[in-house]
């Protein structure tokens, strides 16, 4: 009966660690990521894209700004929007490539 309980005890403290353990590997991992979120938002680029993403806002923007102004049309602004919407993620890339220079 001794033995059943100390077999069972062990059972339960191996149980216990291997939790503790994925708990511990978990907070780790999550931690981690957590880091190099804030590395990549915060990092050495951070400056030069945070600009390079207000000037391709503020490009978009004006079109859309001048398809109404010239046009009056809201389906030309919303044609211009689809447009821009499209057009935008190359933009930016292209804009915030610095391999090239």
Same mark, same amino acid.
């Given at each position: 009966?001794?033995?059943a309980a100390?077999?069972? *005890?062990?059972?339960?403290?191996?149980?216990?660690?291997? *939790?503790?353990?994925?708990a511990r590997a978990r907070r780790e991992r999550r931690g981690l990521a957590w880091?190099? /979120?804030? $590395?990549?938002? /915060? &990092? !050495? &680029?951070y400056r030069r894209r945070k600009e390079a993403i207000a000037a391709v806002v503020t490009i978009d923007l004006v079109a859309l700004l001048l398809?109404? $102004?010239?046009? !009056? !049309? $809201?389906?030309?602004?919303?044609?211009?929007?689809?447009?821009? $919407?499209?057009a935008t993620p190359a933009l930016a890339k292209l804009s915030s490539d610095r391999s090239r220079h």
């Open positions: 009966m001794r033995e100390a077999a069972q *005890k062990a059972a339960a403290d191996r149980d216990r660690r291997k *939790k503790d353990a994925a880091r190099r /979120h804030r $590395l990549w938002q /915060h &990092g !050495s &680029g398809a109404y $102004l010239l046009t !009056s !049309s $809201l389906r030309a602004v919303l044609m211009v929007f689809l447009i821009v $919407l499209v």
